[in-house]
């Protein structure tokens, strides 16, 4: 994950460029954002390239979330303990752990009211690719080992919160 150029410091002084408007926006526009991006590149590549675009991207921007704004000395316990304060802190979403296996550290975990889809209508298909990253992202950054997250329940497939499996990736 470090062949790319991205740097926290091309994003994080909001407060000294926004000065009145401050650190928030509002949903629709993050939407406006991950929607019209996701349009445009399922047009541009088709939808499989697209999806795997935004999930690497959701990776990426996991992987730098955890350096940056987590304590990765933490026990696993505590870690996710301190991830679900910063999502519900930065308004991303309310992470619940539903099961984990710390021999296999294998999880399923529920992020409800997330900025994607949460309130969309039922389209039949999972749209939390993002999502799906940013975790293996976060994961991979605390632990080191390469991880896969798939989601399995979505707001678009009729389910009221998405839910997500996480386990270490096979060689």
Known sequence: MNDHNFAWDQIWDINKGRPNLGMNTRVEVYRLMQFTMRAVLEQEYGDDIAREILKKSGRLAGAEFCKKLLDTSLSITKFTAQLTEMLLELSI??????????????????????????????????VCDYDEGFLEGVFCAYTGKDFVVKEVDCWCTGERTCRFTIDVKMS
């Open 93 to 126: 979403g309310i992470l619940k752990v539903e099961k984990f296996d710390s021999k296999n550290l294998s999880f399923v975990v529920t992020v409800s009211e997330d900025l994607d889809c949460s309130g969309l209508p039922v389209s039949g298909y999972t």
